[in-house]
């Protein structure tokens, strides 16, 4: 089977003085689970609208395989995409909206009804099929959007938030739900969602956008970890950004120590967030330090004299975006 790994080089899109997607270059792995993750605007799911052919990028091209799709409509494309808003026939039944692809491409009525009981059965939907989409709730319509765009076995399957309509404890159930569909298929999955949560707990790989460019690629745990730049640091969970030694650093909440031999400091705030709590704190040097420590039954209190530290090696060195130094 001919490979389905996603490359995006030198993508430019414009529309009128608005730069959406600026020279973005990004390669996705076949089989992987791989995530746009950015704020509103910040031209994630226009990258995504040129992959599925949506959108024509102004410069720059798509290849899937290795094949030039850049100027290939949206139908002829390895493609399937799945929408926030279900984007399911309301007249129809779950077992016709399903098949309603492979109804188009002439498939028989036996085959189709076949697929489409294999497909449900795959989505947890099984004797689901006569049912209409009012009838189902959200997490279960989300499932039939998914079933109907999988039966067409696409190489690549594009999701634009498609959790974003759902509450949250159903979003995390469909999180789980999604990462483990996608391992079973072994398709390459490409995620558009400005939830970090989403794309640290899903995916293999994901690319953080910022004002049309891409700030980093790599691993959930790298990104995390890691902080390329600023942005990434304060986007991706919450950091510290320092000057130290004449280098502007970042230091996760719940790596930096209290009551260690580190910097003097005095105790501004304390919130308790259930398994944790967040001590704002502020430094004799003028920094205001957000501290995570998980609750095990002792207690600061606001006012209280301390010490921060941290490793060495839990500090990285961020650099400015390019958008702020231009």
Known sequence: ???????????????????????????VGDGEFFTLLGPSGSGKTTTLRIIAGFERPDEGRVTIGGAD???????????N???QDYALFPHMSVAENVGY??????????DRGKQVEEVLKMVRLDGFGGRKPVQLSGGQRQRVALARSIVNQPKVLLLDEPLGALDLKLRQEMQVFLKALQQDLGMT????????EEALTMSDHLAVFNDGRIEQ?????????????EFVAGFVGTSNILERGGR???????RIELDGSGEAATVADVVFVGAFTRIL??????DRLTVVRQNDGSRVEPGTRVHVGWRDEDAYEVRIPQQEVR
């Open 1 to 27: 089977m001919p490979q389905a790994d996603v490359s995006v080089e030198g993508v430019r899109k414009t529309y009128g003085d608005v730069v959406a997607v600026d020279h973005v270059d990004l390669k």
């Open 69 to 79: 799709i850049t100027h290939e409509p949206p139908y002829s494309r390895p493609v």
């Open 81 to 83: 995409t799945v929408f």
């Open 101 to 110: 692809g492979l109804k188009v491409k002439g498939i028989s009525r036996r």
């Open 189 to 196: 999955f490409i995620y558009v969602t400005h939830d970090q």
């Open 217 to 229: 690629i790599g691993s959930p745990e790298e990104v995390y970890a890691r902080p390329a730049t």
């Open 248 to 254: 502007r650093i970042s230091v996760r909440p719940e």
């Open 281 to 286: 704190v502020d430094t004799d040097s003028g």
